[in-house]
């Protein structure tokens, strides 16, 4: 089996147009429909029904092209493996984190891999666990650290628990509802700052405020970014919810105080690692990982 034809049959397979497919692989139109009747040949069957400006995979297309992409992922992996392998090199990362482990867990695992590793390039995005993902699958980044819980349970991701950071509603000091007990609805009246939300937690909040069902409850600012969350609590009325680790600073300096809510469940952040099922880790992303795993354990200690 050719991997460049197949790498020809995926081009169409995406773009579904055979002069945009062709530009793509960097061929002439006419000998990318060579390559793929040459493949269509090969293996005996139609592979795409061909109509006036419109190209479609046929039900054995769709079996093919499966399998064509598995085929071209594993060669890849083979490729960047006998690299890192024959020259002996740890190789360059990229991988993603979500936001409170970007805050929480990141400054000390970057400090330790480049005191350790000062020769490799990291490059480390930070976003929300949906983003990532997309990334994740696009092949652009190794890895990437967030809450798991909305994560979906699919074939094709390996998920390692980092376990649960725990966390609550924080104020400024001088806020209007320190000092005593306080219900969920007022707390929301004063505009919450948060990260995007897992599901379950969302669910939960509504519930607790008793919203009509299937209504979420309205975040005053959603942000990926925990110092921006930070600052707005800091200086205005507005309620923060994070983790203890993501704010342990200001609350030791007394810069932001807990509430006390009345009937509020447990809160936390359940963090993990997630990566392709069947990819091997580049040996980088195999020290990054135990890295970030010992500073998980150390913050949840």
């Given at each position: 089996m050719d991997l460049r034809r197949l790498g020809h049959l995926v081009a169409l397979a995406d773009d579904l147009h055979f002069a945009r497919a062709a530009e793509r692989v960097h061929l002439s139109q006419p000998a990318f429909s060579r390559s793929i009747q040459a493949i269509e040949r090969t293996l005996g069957i139609r592979l795409f029904d061909r109509d006036v400006g419109d190209v479609r995979p046929t039900p054995a297309g769709e079996f093919v092209i499966e399998r064509a992409r598995r085929l071209l992922f594993d060669a890849r992996c083979l490729q960047r493996d006998v690299d890192l392998y024959r020259n002996s090199?740890?190789?360059d990362i990229a991988f993603?984190?979500?936001?409170?482990?970007?805050?929480t867990l990141m400054?000390?695992?970057m400090s330790t891999l480049r005191r350790q590793h000062p020769g490799v390039g990291l490059r480390v995005e930070v976003s929300n666990w949906r983003q990532l993902l997309d990334r994740l699958r696009a092949e652009d980044i190794e890895f990437f650290v967030a809450d798991i819980r909305d994560v979906p349970q699919d074939a094709a991701l390996d998920i390692r628990p980092l376990g649960r950071q725990p966390g609550r509603f924080f104020v400024r000091r001088n806020h209007p509802l320190v000092g005593r007990p306080c219900q969920l609805t007022e707390?929301?009246?004063c505009g919450i700052a948060a990260t995007k939300l897992p599901s379950v937690v969302k669910a939960g909040l509504a519930s607790l405020l008793g919203l009509p069902k299937g209504q979420e409850p309205r975040l005053a600012l959603e942000c990926d970014d925990v110092a921006i969350l930070r600052a707005v609590a800091?200086?205005?009325?507005?309620?923060?919810?994070?983790?203890?680790a993501s704010v342990q600073?200001?609350?030791?300096?007394?810069?932001l105080v807990p509430l006390r809510i009345k009937g509020l469940p447990s809160l936390f952040s359940e963090m993990g690692v997630v990566s392709l099922h069947n990819r091997s880790p580049s040996p980088m992303a195999q020290r990054a990982i135990a890295c970030i795993e010992q500073v998980a354990g150390d913050v949840n200690a």
């Amino acid at each position: 089996m050719d991997l460049r034809r197949l790498g020809h049959l995926v081009a169409l397979a995406d773009d579904l147009h055979f002069a945009r497919a062709a530009e793509r692989v960097h061929l002439s139109q006419p000998a990318f429909s060579r390559s793929i009747q040459a493949i269509e040949r090969t293996l005996g069957i139609r592979l795409f029904d061909r109509d006036v400006g419109d190209v479609r995979p046929t039900p054995a297309g769709e079996f093919v092209i499966e399998r064509a992409r598995r085929l071209l992922f594993d060669a890849r992996c083979l490729q960047r493996d006998v690299d890192l392998y024959r020259n002996s090199q740890l190789g360059d990362i990229a991988f993603g984190v979500g936001p409170f482990p970007a805050a929480t867990l990141m400054p000390r695992a970057m400090s330790t891999l480049r005191r350790q590793h000062p020769g490799v390039g990291l490059r480390v995005e930070v976003s929300n666990w949906r983003q990532l993902l997309d990334r994740l699958r696009a092949e652009d980044i190794e890895f990437f650290v967030a809450d798991i819980r909305d994560v979906p349970q699919d074939a094709a991701l390996d998920i390692r628990p980092l376990g649960r950071q725990p966390g609550r509603f924080f104020v400024r000091r001088n806020h209007p509802l320190v000092g005593r007990p306080c219900q969920l609805t007022e707390v929301w009246s004063c505009g919450i700052a948060a990260t995007k939300l897992p599901s379950v937690v969302k669910a939960g909040l509504a519930s607790l405020l008793g919203l009509p069902k299937g209504q979420e409850p309205r975040l005053a600012l959603e942000c990926d970014d925990v110092a921006i969350l930070r600052a707005v609590a800091l200086s205005t009325d507005t309620v923060l919810a994070a983790t203890d680790a993501s704010v342990q600073h200001e609350v030791a300096a007394g810069k932001l105080v807990p509430l006390r809510i009345k009937g509020l469940p447990s809160l936390f952040s359940e963090m993990g690692v997630v990566s392709l099922h069947n990819r091997s880790p580049s040996p980088m992303a195999q020290r990054a990982i135990a890295c970030i795993e010992q500073v998980a354990g150390d913050v949840n200690a």
